[in-house]
């Protein structure tokens, strides 16, 4: 049972164009949600996070959204860069519980 | 800066054998876990722990075990490898607590041949 899902595998996008990356996820008592970006060959890195109580928080040019009723959040990147081709993955965790992880999306940004 | 370290980056091991990866963090860390990477399925939980000596099963504890001698070190053991268990292993480690992001070694890819 995937709890958390990212149901677009890969998304291609211009340079100097939004990137946004989606995520479902099922369990209503996830309280605190994650992207991580990940290099091939490389452990994931920890991007940006959101707790429930909010439903939007901004770094830089990465911008993740929540929304509760619809169990949906989104990570924007604005403007895209190359550098920022990677696979990226959603996490969930309920009340400082372990990690729970979707299945990624690959991003290419496109010269 | 965060340091979580895998001891190999590339293993490759014969069906059958008993394989040890292990982990550190110099973090200070409470909590340690041990994760897969495959194609199409994400980052599955295979065991993680909270503290020394302490371990829960994750969501594919099969064929795995894991050992917490002290708090720095994490060890995911693979008692009989089978070519199934070729994957994309990653440790990571966190605090305790609520709110808290966990932070990843740089994986060691396994081939079980």
């Known amino acids: 049972d995937q709890q958390v899902k990212q149901n677009s595998p890969s998304l291609s996008v211009q340079e100097g164009r939004i990137s946004i990356l989606n995520c479902d996820y099922t369990?209503?008592?996830?309280?605190?949600f994650l992207w991580y970006k990940k290099y091939p060959a490389e452990g994931p890195t920890f991007l940006i996070s959101?707790?429930?109580?909010?439903d939007k928080n901004e770094d830089g040019r990465f911008t993740v959204f929540l929304n509760k009723s619809a169990k949906h959040l989104s990570l924007h990147i604005v403007p895209s860069q190359p550098g920022d081709s990677a696979v990226y993955f959603c996490?969930?965790?309920?009340?400082?519980?372990?990690?729970?992880f979707g299945t990624g999306t690959r991003l290419a940004v496109r010269p | 800066d965060v340091k979580v370290t895998q001891s190999s980056r590339y293993l490759v091991k014969r069906t059958g054998e008993k394989v040890f990866l292990e982990c550190v963090q110099d973090?200070?860390?409470?909590?340690m876990f041990w994760y897969r990477q495959d194609p199409g399925l994400g980052l599955r939980l295979i065991y993680f722990?909270?503290?020394?000596?302490?371990?829960e099963k994750g969501d594919i504890p099969e064929g795995y075990s894991v050992s917490r001698e002290k708090k720095e070190r994490f060890s995911l053991i693979l008692e009989s490898a089978s070519t199934n268990q070729t994957s994309m292993y990653l440790c990571?480690?966190?605090?305790?607590?609520?709110?808290?992001?966990?932070?990843f070694g740089q994986g060691t890819r396994l081939t079980v041949v």
């Open positions: 959101i707790s429930s109580i909010k």
């Open positions: 996490a969930a965790e309920s009340s400082g519980d372990k990690l729970t």
């Open positions: 369990n209503s008592m996830f309280d605190y």
């Open positions: 722990s909270y503290d020394v000596k302490m371990k």
């Open positions: 990571a480690s966190s605090f305790l607590g609520l709110n808290t992001e966990a932070f």
């Open positions: 973090m200070d860390h409470e909590n």
